[in-house]
């Protein structure tokens, strides 16, 4: 069940009716694009399709000719929008690209706005792009989703209340009917959309967060795409009786509250099983786990769900207790390969900040290669802190530890610095700065090449010093990487140089194929891949480099340098037959083509 604090604090803040259509502008700047019988492949969603996978079936640019691509035109949002993170969409040779409440319509062969519809009221904008369905674009801002016409930019009057709907209220209100009131105002709870929703068969399938916020749950909402009636509700931590998985969960948490397991990436569908998956993020708070004691279910894991219900079908949670915000937010990216000794492999693959990669079968939720579960270490003067005592290392089919796609110990040349450096899952300290790896996969999606069979992972090194502070019974909030944590942090030193990795893994041995190293300009970020039929992968990364790689061979195979950092993940389409590479670098859209 809900705390009574909780529910109180639901309905004090809880009966502001949500804006209607007319709060919406729509500006008409030029007419839609010229299409011929040349061919068009979109980009409908932030991960391309529902599978997640990133893989474009397009080639006319690939490993052969990619070194004279070229920019083709540049797009910019303005300073007042943020799209830092967005991957655009591009359907049928129009880009569409939101910021909170502001949705561009532009020319994807020119880089021209062609319309842009502003919502009266400024929401936040935290998002990776909108998705598409059935004519309809559907973005977000703050804890709002709005539907709006593809070919007019206006809004779609008959979904949620003229077009808005406060998903999260309607989410909250239709799970615990008894504690959240009507138009409850899910935002001041700490709720946030920080990723589009996936649409499939009529329906739109989301996940909110925001974990750092202390949220009761991260929700998996599946909504009408007509209406925006809400169809199922899953919490990712169970509160009560009511909650699917409440019997499995309710005993790995102490007598705390259930806070945490936010959703910060997009769900993966596999409708010939009927199952969803999503991966959940840390627990909260994210570095003292003392008012936590347990596993803390389902934080932290990829979650396999029913389609049509909601309900669960299997979950394995990849860290256990998390004392070190190592949200498992990467993925999930389902891949078909076959095994060695020839059996079909239907995986699902997720990556997290600790560097691991982990690969299950989504049918059963049994890991492809062994993951064994493995003593770390438990000191903690913490007070009160129960560090869990074994945590699931991925191996592979060799039976030693897959190889991490990178840094899982600080890389520190000066001896004293050396001298502070721990191990993976070392809980933090009162006393003194630890210096432990932190960078990882972080938020950047994988990618699945069906003509490699190999899933491709961004990854950075990194090391950051930590230490928890005691004040009284309570800990000191610091500023940690942008987040309001129990945790003080201290400066990345020169002497841990934080680089950028892309792996590419075998997923049905668990082998390392190859890797890419490059300097970066931070030890976490939030840029992703994609694959083409090219036999091209694409990375951007923070230091504004866009850079195209042989998807078998890892060798570098187009280069450009951009002025601005680079933290969204790119995507590829085609419009009246010629492909273009598009990525966000800052508020700019940048697009790329041959000659």
Known sequence: MLTAALA??????????????????????????????????????????????????????????????????????????????????????????????????????????????????????????????????????????????????????????????????????????????????????????????????????????????????GLVVATDAATGVIKWVFNTVPQGPRDDGWEIAKDTWGDGQKVGGGIWTPPAIDPELGLIYVNSGNPSPDYDGSARPGMNLFTNATIALHLDTGRLAWYYQAIHHDLWDFDHVTGPTLFDVTAPDGSPIKGVAAAGKNCLLYMWHRETGEPINPMVETTVPTESDVPGEQAYPTQPIPYNARGVPLTPFCATYPLLSDPEAASRGRQLYTPYSVSEFYILAHGGSSWGPLSFSPRTGLLYVTGKDGGITFTVNPVGDTLVTGESDGHSDNIAEGPIRDDMTPEFTISAYDPATGELVWQQRAPTASAIGASGNLATSGDLVVQGTDLGEVLAYDARTGEVRFSYRHNRAIRASPLTYAVNGKQYIAVVASNDVLAFALP
Do not use: C
Request: proline share 4%; aromatic share 10%.
């Open 8 to 217: 109180a604090a639901a309905v004090a803040l809880g009966v502001a009716a949500p804006a209607a259509a007319q709060d919406a502008a729509t500006t008409v700047h030029s007419a839609m694009p010229q299409l011929t019988a040349g061919g068009q492949v979109n980009w409908t969603t932030h991960n391309v399709d529902i599978q997640g996978s990133r893989y474009a079936e397009i080639d006319e640019i690939n490993t052969s000719n990619a070194g004279s691509v070229e920019l083709a035109w540049t797009f910019t949002a303005g300073a007042e929008n943020s799209i830092t993170q967005a991957t655009p969409l591009v359907i049928d040779g129009v880009m569409y690209v939101n910021a909170g409440g502001t949705l561009f319509a532009v020319n994807a062969t020119t880089g021209e706005t062609i319309w842009t519809t502003r919502l009266g009221d400024a929401l936040e904008a935290r998002g990776r792009g909108p998705t598409y369905g059935d004519g309809k674009l559907y973005a977000f801002g703050g804890a709002t989703l709005y539907a709006a016409d593809a070919t007019t930019g206006e809004l779609v009057e008959s979904f949620g209340n003229g077009g808005r709907l406060e998903v999260v209220s309607e989410a909250l209100q239709f799970k615990y009917p008894d504690d959240y009131p009507p138009n409850v105002d899910a935002y001041s709870l700490g709720y946030r959309i920080t990723t589009p929703a996936v649409y499939h068969d009529g329906t739109l399938y989301g996940g909110f967060a925001l974990s750092e916020n202390h949220i009761p749950g």
